[in-house]
Structures are given as C-alpha cells and as structure tokens.
C-alpha cells in the first residue's frame, strides 16, 4: 500500500470496551473508525457539506485485517479518495500504528453521494470533485 499516499490522518482513541475478551481490538470497531475517517475526511476536504441534506453512503466495502490491535497501542486513520465517478467515489482507507506506521487493516469502499430529501442518489457536486482532487494534488474523474 506504499503506492498510495494518505494525506489525511486521525489519531484515534482506543476505549476499554473496544477490545474483546481476548485483549485485541473487536474487528467490529474498525469500521467505526472508518466511518469517522470518511466522515471527517468529507467534513474537512469538501466544501458546503448540509448533513441534513445529502450523505455519503456505503455501496460496497472491502475490510483485509492484517495485523492485531491491542487496547494500549497508539493508532491512526488515514483515508484517501482514488478516483470519483458521476455518482461515487472510491476510498481506500487503513488503520495504522502511529509509532511504528504498520498497517493493521485496510479497508476499500466505493461511496454514493445521497439526497436525504429525495431518498435518492445524486450526483457528486463540482465544488466537491474539484476540492477532493485539489486536496489529493491529482485529477481522480473516471474518464
């Protein structure tokens, strides 16, 4: 995953009750710490974003758990967009250990923007693309 470069970062706090009984990191809160990743990454990244209005949604997810995670290690998101449709975009994300920077999980989504008013796609405004592909420093359209 060293091809791909991830410019936005959130450090994350591990909670008591995120770890299982076998001390590890429940795999089920990965992908809390995706959401907050994605979530963020749009927050930050796009402009004008109306949470009551429109929404990114899941369509597909892809999760490859590498390595385990235990409730005193030091860990980080990191997302990025590789490529953005009419409609949807692509993430790849990964949860890192901020010390060591070894990869634990990596997860690949495709994300539909979504009308919260109409209940239906919509597609991605040009104020986002453009923010999303000036934020990565390259042209991620899908020609």
């Not at 809390?32 to 990114?56: H, Q, R, S």
């Not at 890192?96 to 239906?120: A, F, N, P």
């Amino acid at each position: 995953m060293s091809e791909i470069l991830f410019k936005h970062i959130i450090p994350l706090q591990l909670r008591a009750n995120d770890v299982d009984r076998f001390g590890h990191l429940n795999n089920a809160v990965y992908f809390t710490f995706y959401d907050l990743g994605k979530t963020t990454y749009i927050e930050n990244v796009c402009p004008d974003v109306d949470w009551e209005k429109e929404a990114i949604v899941v369509v597909d997810i892809h999760v490859n758990f590498k390595s385990q995670i235990f409730g005193t290690d030091r860990v980080a998101v990191q997302t990025t967009v590789t490529s953005i449709g009419t409609k949807s975009f692509e993430l790849v994300q990964r949860v890192v250990d901020s010390d060591s920077g070894e990869e634990k999980c990596v997860c690949r989504s495709v994300m539909v923007t979504y009308d919260l008013i109409q209940h239906k796609s919509k597609p991605i405004s040009d104020d986002w693309v453009n923010a999303i592909c000036l934020f990565e420093g390259k042209d991620l359209r899908k020609k």
